[in-house]
Every structure is written in C-alpha cells, then in structure tokens.
C-alpha cells in the first residue's frame, strides 16, 4: 500500500513539472512571436518613412534657459458663433492653468455689452466656485477692422504668460488633457504642442519628387506619423505671434488673407522652420461643439496641399519634420 502511493506521488510531480515545463515554454513562444512583431512592425514603418519622402528628426527639443511663467494664454478665434464662445469659455474657464483670455474678434460690428457681461460674469463665477487664489483671469477682445485669418496670430505685446493655448470655438478638451499639453509644453517650449495632428508626403506616386500632399486625420492613422499639429487646438511660445505677424514671409500672410485658408499650415511652417524639429501630439478626447466650418466644404484636402507646395516654395525648402511621437496619460490607459 505505501509503495503504491509513493509511485502515485512521484507521478503526480513529474506530471506537475512536465506541465509548468510545457506553461514556461509557451509563454517563451508567445514573448517570441511578439517580439518578431513588434520588430517587423518597426521595419515596415522605417521603410513606409522612406518611401513617402520623411526625414525623422533625431534632434533634442530646444530647451530655454530659465522656466516659462505660470500659466498659459487662451487664444480663441471666432466668428459670428457667440453660442459656442460662450460654451467654449465656460468651460475653459475652469482650467486650473489658465491665465487669460484673448478672443479673437473680426466681425464688423463690435462684441455686445451682454456678451461682455455673461463672459465675465462666467469667469468670476468659475473662480468662486473652484476657490482659486490669485490673480483675476482677464478676459479681452482683440478687435480688428481685417477680416483675415492672420488676426488669430497677430502680437499680442500685453501677454503675461510665455504659453498660448490656441484653440477654435467650436471645439473642447476636458481640462485634464489641456493641462497634461501644457506640461508636456513646458518641458519643451519652442516646439508645438497640440491635439490635431496632420502630415505631408513628397508626391513620389505622380512622379514628382518635388510636390508635396498634404494629408488629414485618416492619413495619419494609417501611417502612425505626422509633422504638424494644427492650432485650433495647440500650445506654442507667444513669441512666434511676433514672428508670425513682422518677421514670416509677407507673401504668405497674403495668401492666407486671399484664400482664406492654411493659417495653421503657414504657423507648423513657421515653428519647424525656427526649431528644426517636429511638433508634440497629444491625445486627447476632442468634443465638436459646432457643425460647419472651412474644413467641410468640398475639395478642402486640394486646396491645403496648394498651401503646403506655396509655402514650400516661399521658403525655398521643406521645414516639417515627421515624427511618431505621440504623448498619452499613463494614468487613463490600460497599457503603460
């Protein structure tokens, strides 16, 4: 009786070990197979970035001597949608990081008392609720006689923050994602730092090396890179509205006005021209909050790769650069 128990033990442990031998080896299988996909991956990306025409920068983002100031500026660009500036500074409002706020104002007619009043009485509202110390968020309208798309980056010389936020208002971002952009700004401030990335591609397929395309969302997705992050929702240095408005081509601010299109572009043009380095996209859950604008008439992806051709010919080269970088929030995803 107690051999035949001591054999049935002996072979329940050498089942126990073959099976752990059998568990062990097969987790060393998958980590394989992973890794040969995850390096595959990698290759083919190299190559994708090869064949449609990009550099990658190995560049280290540009640091400043000393910290920028505290907070950052919302610079909002609107136009004849005073319900949706209304929501939109509602809710900016309540971001901790805010110092001030700029709309952007080239309608005919002047801001209404009531809309001055409700903005205001919005903002004081939001700083009584939430208890924040400090100074009072100015609210201020800068108003131009031009009705040009340049006016969203005209100097603004009263700033008080090194920051800007610019954003349209007819989209939001939860506060969480705002100030993650803007820390993420922080740590390199003569760069871009946005939600909405875009990207362009020497136009090898029609056999000319020197046209470029410009491509939207899905084109990024598709290729997992990108070299611009448009500023209707973006953080730069307010010092590239000085450069923008007195030291950028002339010949471009005039295009912008002329087709009423590519501010954005002539700005991710402008920053990577200074920098040499690609912009920072951060992902983030966007809200549209409106229904038309430029970008839904028909033919807008032609009319943004003219802008990108006359930009690069302004300038005598191409200054994007491409990336793959993209910033999350460790703490609200699954994997780390």
């Known amino acids: 009786m107690t051999t035949m128990v001591s054999r049935s033990s002996l072979f329940s442990r050498r089942t126990f070990r073959q099976g752990a031998i059998s568990a062990v080896a097969s987790v060393k ?11 595959a991956l990698i290759a083919f990306a190299s190559r994708t970035a090869s064949f ?7 560049t280290a983002y540009l640091r400043h001597p000393s910290l920028p100031r505290k907070g950052y500026a919302l610079l909002i660009n609107t136009w004849k949608r005073n319900d949706l500036l209304k929501q939109s ?13 700029h709309i952007i104002w080239s309608e005919p007619d002047p801001p209404s008392v009531s809309l001055i009043k409700f903005l205001n009485h919005v903002v004081e509202s939001n700083l009584e609720s939430n208890s924040r110390d400090g100074p009072q968020i100015e609210v201020k309208f800068d108003i131009n006689k031009e009705d040009s798309l340049n006016n969203r980056f005209k100097e603004i010389k009263d700033l008080k923050t090194d ?5 349209d208002d007819d989209v939001i971002f939860p506060c969480s994602s705002v100030e993650l952009a803007f820390s993420i700004w922080q740590s390199a401030p003569d760069t871009m730092v946005g939600f909405v990335p875009r990207m362009h591609w020497v136009d090898k397929l029609n056999g000319n090396a020197e ?4 491509g939207g969302w899905w084109s990024v997705w598709w290729m997992g890179a990108y070299s611009m992050v448009l500023s209707k929702a973006a953080f730069f240095h307010q ?24 501010e954005d572009i002539a700005m991710s043009f402008l920053v990577a021209n200074a920098t040499v380095v690609p912009p920072i996209w951060v992902r983030g859950k966007i809200y549209e909050i409106g229904s038309t604008g430029i970008s839904s008439l028909g033919g807008h992806s032609d009319r943004r790769t003219e802008c990108v051709n006359q930009f690069v010919a302004e ?14 929030d460790s703490r609200s995803s699954w994997f780390w």
């Not at 309540?94 to 001030?100: E, M, V």
């Not at 920051?163 to 954003?167: E, G, L, R, T």
């Not at 046209?211 to 410009?214: E, I, K, P, V």
């Open 315 to 328: 300038y005598g080269h191409m200054p994007l650069v491409s990336t793959s970088v993209k910033a999350v």
């Open 211 to 214: 046209r470029y395309t410009y």
């Open 52 to 58: 449609m025409g990009w550099k990658h920068s190995q």
């Open 163 to 167: 920051a800007v936020f610019s954003i």
């Open 29 to 39: 299988i998958k980590l394989l197979l992973s890794c040969c996909i995850v390096f």
């Open 239 to 262: 010092k590239y509205l000085r450069l923008y408005t007195y030291q950028m081509p002339a010949s471009i601010r005039e295009y912008v006005t002329k087709n009423r299109n590519c």
């Open 89 to 101: 500074i509602s809710h900016y409002a309540s971001c901790p990081g805010l110092s001030s706020i």
